[in-house]
């Protein structure tokens, strides 16, 4: 329920008096039809919202009290309680007590700023597609569109075009953010920093609202210089290429624990910095705490329980505290840092969800591979339990915590416990790991077993041969050159281990 307070007498009767208004005179954007239902505070008169003119100061209701249809033009309105009827309803209330309304009809729609935004995240997407920083799981996509929907109609409630599309972005960095032209991106670092779907309808209940407020609009407004195009997307484009190469690094299937340490989170902010000024995304307080207060309302108004922004927002920010990234909590300047807006929305509840994982569990797999070259073992090790009790588990979740497992513990039990879920790996044969083998070497050395890790190490090698006869398939010479030297070196490294643990073994007889 949303109350609009506009300047009035108290006598009902006298408010509405016929104005002679003629509204077809107006400029098509001067005046907005709406339809929302409401109550009149002091008579209980029931009535609709039909359209708002605010150079006018006028807005047009049609009353309810009986069943045939009466139109008035009233100036003055004292206090309206809103009750939208359906989804439609909730938003244009939102709209109209935000004054967006108010901005369209003094201001337009401004088409040529419109255009420019759209070819701006044309531009942005395509960079990211083309670099692989794009994760495609269609079955991922359905469900985020499914959810979507529920939170915003297909078609706009003013002539923009409504909601575009859903990516989702390789980035373990939890974020969202809505473009301008109604395209959404979420990243994977998200996806898997929240546990529940009533979490990710919040996350994106937050998007919507800055959205249907048309607060990148308004900040482009403010900040009439803007780079030029050409010179912003070379830089932009340098910084996208540079991801991407870390990305490569990151989520291919041998790991290299501490390679990457904090440069991709850096790297990562860098591009959001970028992007999110270009595109008018940098919002104010007033404009976060009202997009926190829409979402909230809006999941209260689906009966979804509204503090699940707040739990959203808990869990952002263990997960910098838990990788050291303090920067994003303490908010800048105007910005509310999270601790401010957790408090503003309410104290957050736990929320799990099996199923939701089980939904999610390509994005937990390859956000465990990125988390452990940044050396997160903690973090690593949560993502692929997850994956693993939602029993949708591949093999390089059963390897990775078996690494961790080695990484974080010496023990007898963690020891045959990481050579247990090797072999569950082994036994999957989904996507079969060059990892494998070679982890499986390292455990049976780690349990004093150096007659099967020899065994297990010319498995390696064996493996390690055929990729590198499967590399004359490779197109890319910049990839053909950088697997070349990695399976040449660990063929080295295997046959070194080789010797070494033979050389033991003598030593001891």
């Not at 400029?27 to 008579?43: D, E, K, L, V």
């Not at 002539?159 to 473009?179: H, W, Y």
């Not at 297990?456 to 070349?484: H, Q």
């Amino acid at each position: 329920m949303l109350t609009i307070t506009i300047n009035s007498p108290t006598d009902m009767k006298k408010m509405l008096c016929i104005i002679g208004v003629m509204f077809t005179s107006l400029i098509s954007f001067s005046q907005s039809s709406i339809n929302i239902r409401g109550i009149h505070r002091s008579s209980g008169d029931s009535l609709d919202i039909v359209e708002v003119n605010y150079p006018l100061k006028t807005i047009k209701i049609r009353m309810l009290q009986t069943k045939a249809v009466i139109e008035r033009n009233i100036t003055w309105l004292d206090v309206i309680d809103l009750y939208p009827k359906d989804l439609n309803g909730f938003w244009q209330a939102k709209a109209l007590k935000a004054g967006y309304f108010q901005n369209i009809q003094e201001k337009g729609y401004q088409y040529d700023l419109r255009t420019e935004l759209e070819e701006d995240v044309l531009q942005y997407v395509q960079q990211l597609q083309q670099n692989g920083l794009i994760f495609n799981d269609s079955y991922l996509e359905n469900y985020l569109y499914s959810l979507l929907y529920k939170l915003y109609p297909e078609t706009a409630h003013d002539e923009r075009q409504g909601l575009k599309s859903v990516l989702v972005v390789n980035d373990i960095t939890p974020n969202a953010f809505m473009c301008p032209n109604g395209t959404i991106l979420i990243t994977t670092g998200l996806l898997s920093t929240i546990n529940s779907e009533e979490e990710l309808v919040a996350a994106l209940a937050h998007e919507v609202a800055h959205y249907v407020l048309d607060h990148s609009i308004i900040n482009i407004n403010k900040n009439l210089q803007r780079e030029k195009t050409a010179l912003f997307w070379a830089t932009f484009a340098t910084a996208v290429a540079a991801a991407a190469d870390i990305y490569m690094t990151a989520t291919n299937e041998y790991y290299t624990p501490g390679a990457l340490t904090q440069s991709t989170a850096l790297l990562s902010f860098s591009i959001a910095t970028l992007i999110t000024e270009r595109l008018g995304l940098k919002y104010s307080r007033e404009q976060e705490l009202e997009a926190d207060q829409c979402a909230t309302d809006l999941l209260k108004f689906l009966n979804l329980p509204p503090v699940a922004l707040s739990s959203v927002l808990e869990k952002i920010k263990r997960y910098c505290i838990t990788t050291g990234n303090h920067a994003a909590l303490s908010g800048n300047g105007t910005h509310p840092n999270i601790d401010a807006r957790i408090s503003n929305i309410g104290a957050p509840t736990r929320f799990t969800s099996i199923n939701y994982d089980g939904t999610i569990s390509f994005v937990l797999t390859q956000n465990a591979i990125f988390e452990f070259n940044n050396a997160h073992f903690v973090v690593c090790q949560a993502l692929v339990e997850r994956s693993i009790n939602a029993g949708t588990a591949i093999e390089d979740d059963y390897i990775l915590k078996a690494i961790t497992n080695l990484y974080r513990f010496n023990t007898l039990e963690k020891n045959n416990e990481a050579l247990t879920l090797i072999q569950k790996a082994k036994n999957l044969n989904v996507v079969p790991s060059l990892s494998t083998y070679k982890y499986e070497a390292l455990t049976l050395i780690r349990l004093n077993r150096d007659a099967d890790a020899i065994i297990a190490m010319n498995n390696y090698i064996l493996r390690l041969n055929e990729e590198a006869n499967n590399l004359e398939k490779v197109k890319s010479e910049a990839y053909w050159a950088s697997r070349f030297v990695y399976l040449r070196n660990e063929r080295d490294w295997a046959s070194k281990m080789i010797q070494k643990l033979k050389s033991n073994n003598i030593k001891l007889n």
